[in-house]
């Protein structure tokens, strides 16, 4: 099973940027998404962006316009370029991937708090 690792992670203030970076222990082409999720306290898990093999993306609407996911194959690596951080995107966000056969696999997060 494929490690994921997460960084880039810290304390912003609003309106700021982060790049978050997720480091795959394996080839990352192999699946068919790699995804960013997010989870703030008291709430679910929730979906913030996805990639697929051929780096199509999809983003909730809430992030739309301000993050950015993105690969590099070469690197088996995800990133999440976000900015005009907002006290609200305040959560741990972790890095997922799907392989062909439906399995997930989870990084173990990393803690990003933007400050008003």
């Known amino acids: 099973q494929v490690q994921l690792v997460e960084s880039g992670g810290g304390l912003v203030q609003a309106g700021g940027s982060l790049r978050l970076s997720c480091a795959a222990s394996?080839?990352?082409?192999?699946?068919?998404?790699m995804r960013w999720h997010r989870q703030a306290p008291g709430k679910q898990r929730e979906l913030v962006a996805r990639i697929d093999r051929n780096s199509i993306t999809i983003y909730a609407d809430s992030v739309k316009g301000r993050f950015t996911i993105s690969r590099d194959n070469a690197k088996n690596t995800v990133y999440l370029q976000m900015n005009s951080l907002k006290p609200e995107d305040t959560a741990v966000y972790y890095c997922?991937?799907?392989?062909?056969?439906?399995?997930?696999?989870w990084g173990q997060g990393t803690q990003v708090t933007v400050s008003s």
């Open positions: 394996g080839s990352i082409f192999s699946f068919n998404f």
């Open positions: 997922g991937a799907t392989s062909p056969t439906g399995a997930n696999s």
